[in-house]
């Protein structure tokens, strides 16, 4: 049997900073599933299927990576599809205390699964789909860090121009 991880996040929507992780996990285990939360902390401002479609969009054409949505705790559906793997992104220092505190509060609860953080081409270290949604509303040039695909969905949902 093959090693399989999986990638959680809310990607709302997916920047070159996840496709750059992505990648590197795709090279590093058999079988990689990006599994997008349907339920966040944060309000996303594209839905659940919309921000499937977005990473099957750009990510969906490497061989070994599926994309799913997944409701509730990650470790429930870790367990439900028998993978003990997450997949976590470390961008910076700031990233570091709430990645930690996650990925301990995830082994509390079971102790099987493993969180393992992959880091970034520096190039993309700052991409945050936060900051570029807001960048987005002020109409700035977003080509640079989500690819086109995505730009134009953000473009569409903001009623922006460039
Ligand atoms: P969440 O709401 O789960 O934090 P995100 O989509 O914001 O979802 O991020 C998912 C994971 O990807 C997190 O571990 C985050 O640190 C990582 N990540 C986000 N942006 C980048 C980036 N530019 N480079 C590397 N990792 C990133």
Do not use: C, W
Not at 29 to 57: G, Y
Not at 66 to 80: K, M, N, P
Not at 139 to 147: G, K
Request: proline fraction near 2%; hydrophobic fraction near 40%; charged fraction near 30%.
């Amino acid at each position: 049997m093959g090693r399989s991880a999986i990638y959680p996040g809310s990607f709302d929507p997916v920047t070159y900073g996840h496709i750059d992780l992505i990648k590197r996990a795709a090279h590093a285990f058999d079988d990689v599933v990006v599994a997008v939360a349907e339920s966040t902390h944060k309000n996303t401002l594209f839905n659940t299927q919309e921000r499937v479609e977005m990473v099957k969009e750009v990510a969906g054409d490497i061989g070994n990576v599926r994309v799913e949505s997944f409701d509730g705790l990650v470790i429930d559906y870790a367990r439900a599809k028998k993978i003990n793997v997450l997949i976590r992104g470390l961008r910076m220092i700031s990233d570091f205390e709430y990645e930690l505190q996650m990925a301990l509060t995830n082994r509390r609860l079971d102790g099987n699964i493993e969180t393992v953080f992959l880091m970034p081409s520096e190039g993309y270290s700052f991409l945050s789909s936060k900051l570029i949604k807001e960048v987005a509303l002020l109409d700035a040039d977003i080509t640079s860090f989500v690819p086109d695909s995505v730009a134009k969905r953000l473009r569409e949902k903001l009623g922006t121009k460039k």
